[in-house]
């Protein structure tokens, strides 16, 4: 019996390098990333944030619940036919197509793909192989919604985990016409379960094994890449604030549908009341936290007491002296400091030390400094906005 199981892990791990998902997830991630840097370079002149920073601070807890899912999905027994990953696989692809990764959210995905198999005529799946189609003809969907409502806690716990600086700065203009900050927090992430397939060498092991499942077959197991994300822009509240509100509606929202999933395994009924909740939920989590920040005057401007830091790039000068995204600089060098220009002069006072005061978001000051080495000054890696009211005058960074 370990033997086999063994056999089908193996064979399981390869069935993820099959998978077009997985390769479709890269270039997207790529592509993603290439049009972000592409409108980094036009807004700061140089790239911010490296390819693939979409997926930084992801895999940790994608490979840990990954774990949990797997030993979740294979200790329950749930089967997931051939048909049903490649209709999901479809349904991802095309809502990626337009390359806002909040649309990969398990809330539109998995939930359009619930829909499609409980209200599509299983006749219209008849071309088919016939393996893949009686596979779909009797999968209970019953598992569905519970995973809905797993894949959002995990995405809550993204959003809730998400850096300040993390996020990426963009150029943008008032409604006044003045040139003010904004961010976009856009993560991917890639999950990696192992799911119970038909066919293969595993036989049933216990009278109630497989849960959900395809009578009368063996089974082998398939590592699925499992793909969420989420993509918020905010102008009128730091990052982090804004990730970890709508983290906190998420999190309301997946144990939600996972109670009301629960209650479907006994009354159907209550299982398509989760996913319509979910789909539902996903988008209004969003639009509450949007509305928010609408109803506020834009964060990352100019003010008479500091200069908010709009952007750190990753492992300068400034990360190590853990600047954050959102804070507000007031003195360097004990010299008060509104503007890019005071700032620069400031630096140029003390060109061995830097020492900067620091508001941070709860309105409280602290104190952060660093030895500076030659050409450090130019280096120091901070994004303000620049004092100017048109387009080609955006924002620039600190060098």
């Excluded at 399981?12 to 409108?39: D, E």
């Excluded at 991802?92 to 198999?117: E, P, Q």
């Excluded at 809550?156 to 016409?177: C, D, V």
């Excluded at 400034?318 to 003195?331: F, H, N, R, Y």
């Amino acid at each position: 019996m370990i033997e086999l199981w063994l056999l089908e892990l193996a064979k399981g791990i390869g069935r993820l390098f099959l998978h077009p998902l997985l390769y479709w997830v890269i270039g997207l991630t790529l592509f993603a990333s290439i049009l972000r840097i592409k409108k980094e370079r036009a807004n700061f002149g140089m790239k911010i944030f490296h390819v693939f920073s979409e997926w930084r601070g992801t895999w940790v807890v994608s490979l840990l619940f990954g774990c949990l899912l797997s030993l979740l999905m294979v200790g329950a027994g749930v089967v997931m036919p051939y048909g049903l990953v490649l209709l999901w696989t479809i349904v991802i692809v095309l809502l990626s197509i337009t390359a806002r990764l909040t649309w990969l959210s398990a809330g539109y995905t998995l939930s359009a793909t619930f829909f499609i198999m409980t209200f599509m005529p299983i006749e219209r799946w008849s071309f088919l192989p016939a393996d893949w189609y009686n596979g779909l003809a009797q999968t209970s969907m019953g598992f569905l919604p519970i995973m809905i409502g797993l894949l959002l806690f995990v995405e809550a716990i993204l959003l809730k985990r998400h850096y300040a600086n993390e996020s990426f700065p963009q150029y943008t203009s008032s409604g006044r016409g003045k040139v003010v900050g904004q961010h976009m927090a856009r993560k991917l992430a890639i999950m990696p379960a192992f799911v119970l397939i038909p066919g293969g060498a595993i036989e049933s092991f216990a009278p109630w094994w497989p849960l959900f499942s395809i009578h009368d077959q063996s089974f082998g197991l398939m590592l699925v890449p499992f793909v969420f994300g989420y993509e918020l822009v905010v102008k009128g509240m730091p990052p982090q604030q804004a990730t970890n509100q709508l983290g906190n509606y998420v999190l309301l929202l997946a144990i939600s549908v996972i109670g009301l999933s629960i209650g479907g395994l006994y009354m159907p009924i209550l299982s398509v009341s989760a996913v319509v909740l979910a789909l539902i939920g996903r988008m209004g989590s969003s639009f509450a936290v949007k509305w928010q920040d609408s109803g506020r005057n834009p964060y990352f401007t100019l003010k008479p007491d500091g200069i908010p830091v709009l952007g750190v790039i990753p492992y300068s000068t400034a990360d190590k002296m853990g600047l954050l995204v959102g804070e507000q600089i007031e003195q360097v060098n004990n010299i008060p400091v509104t503007n890019e220009e005071e700032f620069h002069q400031a630096m140029q006072t003390n060109r061995a030390f830097c020492k900067i005061t620091v508001r941070d978001q709860n309105g409280e000051i602290r104190f952060t400094q660093s030895a500076m080495y030659e050409d450090d000054y130019y280096e120091l890696g901070l994004v303000f906005v620049k004092d100017r009211h048109n387009h080609q005058q955006g924002m620039n960074i600190v060098q």
